[in-house]
């Protein structure tokens, strides 16, 4: 699709698209297949410092812009949906929660090795009992008399939690609620932190998911993200604005696979004497998933184009989020149902479009959640 794009941001798209389709892309099936880490992807994202894309300049980054992130993603999530979430979380949610939230002393700690890769982040904020309801999470952040906190709590599905050399961690400080919410920067490798794998997911399959266990960890008061008590569920209401752009760059990336998988497979495949996708019904999945496709990318490049202009983009975010994610779901889905019984196997990638898809209506807020926000914007009234 024609977009205007600056030379820089073409650049990028091109840079990115070809590095995909060389590394990212051809082992993604059976590394879903046998549950193996993209090891060789994340090495190439380090060598090319695609990993630190969007981390300003002065600290080492790439210094790309909403838009070039957003395309960087969008790559990403057609080659691969695991490749993609462990950097639409390690740049989007942790980074950025960095460049936004921290100190400037926070801010040379953490990003220039964020920006090389040398460090991962990963996102603590979802609890065993406290998904959709992150403001009740019960973690718990004791100050000390000398200023140091001591952390305990559990976090249950965090993306790059054995991986990551860093986790915002988001504990209780205070009363009940939101209020009572901060958010730490806690070294992975701290004393009483235990990561465990979580396996046997529907999708997903080759990216890293833990449970993350915290038994009296200690850490200084440098590690409370901006110096300040009580903002950590601002901290992670900005940074999923951020997640729900980037989700809406990936599963419109994840959706324009699925339609060029199902194009080309239906070209090739011949029953009744001619190719499947010379009949009306095929076409007709194969132009509702076109228009599906582009109205993701519309919607998604609408909140780049927000947040390049300094303007509020939390609902463009969440309208993004969640049409891209159902839209990603459906694309997928289209593609198996075109593969017939072959879409049932995996020998082709079209059941792990499907599989992978899947979790993106759930996590970074549900799809429910999304309705809520967005009827909450038209109606002034909250139903949370
Ligand atoms: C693969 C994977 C990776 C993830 N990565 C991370 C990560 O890196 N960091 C992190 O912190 N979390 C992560 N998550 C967690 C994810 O964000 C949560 O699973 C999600 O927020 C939903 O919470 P829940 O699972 O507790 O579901 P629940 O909140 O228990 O929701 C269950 C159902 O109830 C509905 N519901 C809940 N409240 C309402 C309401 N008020 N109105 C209407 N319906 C409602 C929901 O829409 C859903 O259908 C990940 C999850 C998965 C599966």
Redesign the pocket.
């Known amino acids: 699709m024609d977009m205007s794009l600056s030379p820089d941001q073409e650049d990028v798209r091109k840079a990115v698209r070809a590095w995909v389709d060389d590394v990212v892309a051809p082992p993604a099936l059976e590394n879903d297949r046998k549950e193996r880490f993209p090891q060789e992807a994340l090495d190439g994202l380090r060598e090319t410092g695609f990993i630190g894309l969007s981390i300003p300049e002065q600290y080492g980054g790439g210094g790309g812009d909403p838009m070039s992130y957003v395309l960087f993603i969008e790559e990403l999530g057609r080659g691969d949906a695991n490749v993609r979430s462990i950097v639409s979380?390690h740049l989007g949610l942790v980074a950025g929660s960095i460049e936004r939230w921290g100190t400037e002393a926070q801010k040379q700690q953490w990003l220039p090795s964020m920006a090389t890769g040398a460090v991962l982040g990963?996102?603590?904020?979802?609890e065993p009992d406290?998904?959709?309801?992150p403001a009740d999470l019960q973690a718990s952040a004791v100050k000390q008399s000398d200023g140091s906190y001591v952390l305990n709590g559990s976090?249950?599905?965090?993306?790059?939690g054995t991986i990551a050399g860093v986790t915002l961690f988001m504990a209780r400080t205070g009363g009940p609620g939101a209020r009572g919410v901060s958010a730490f920067l806690v070294p992975n490798a701290c004393p009483g932190f235990e990561a465990r794998p979580i396996h046997g997911?529907l999708g997903?399959r080759s990216c890293d998911?833990a449970e993350l266990v915290l038994r009296d960890v200690r850490v200084g008061p440098e590690a409370l993200l901006g110096g300040q008590e009580g903002t950590g569920i601002r901290v992670a209401l900005t940074a999923l604005n951020d997640g729900r752009m980037s989700l809406g760059a990936s599963c419109t990336g994840l959706a324009q696979a699925a339609l060029d998988t199902m194009v080309s497979y239906t070209k090739e495949r011949h029953q009744f004497g001619k190719p499947v996708a010379a009949h009306q019904l095929v076409q007709a999945l194969i132009a509702d998933t076109a228009v599906e496709v582009d109205c993701a990318r519309l919607l998604t490049y609408r909140v780049a184009d927000l947040k390049t202009r300094g303007e509020d983009y939390a609902l463009a975010a969440s309208k993004a989020k969640y049409y891209a994610s159902e839209a990603s779901v459906r694309a997928a889905n289209a593609c198996v149902q075109a593969h017939g019984g072959y879409g049932y196997i995996d020998e082709y990638a079209a059941g792990k479009y499907l599989r992978d898809a899947r979790?993106t209506t759930?996590?970074?807020?549900?799809?429910?959640?999304q309705q809520?926000i967005i009827g909450r914007a038209l109606t002034g009234l909250s139903?949370?």
């Not at 990963?122 to 979802?126: A, E, I, N, S, V």
């Not at 976090?155 to 790059?160: E, G, M, Q, R, Y």
């Not at 759930?362 to 959640?369: A, M, N, P, V, W």
């Open positions: 979380v990963c996102f603590g904020l979802t406290y998904g959709s309801n976090k249950i599905f965090i993306t790059n997911k997903l998911t979790v759930l996590y970074e807020g549900t799809s429910q959640i809520l139903a949370f």
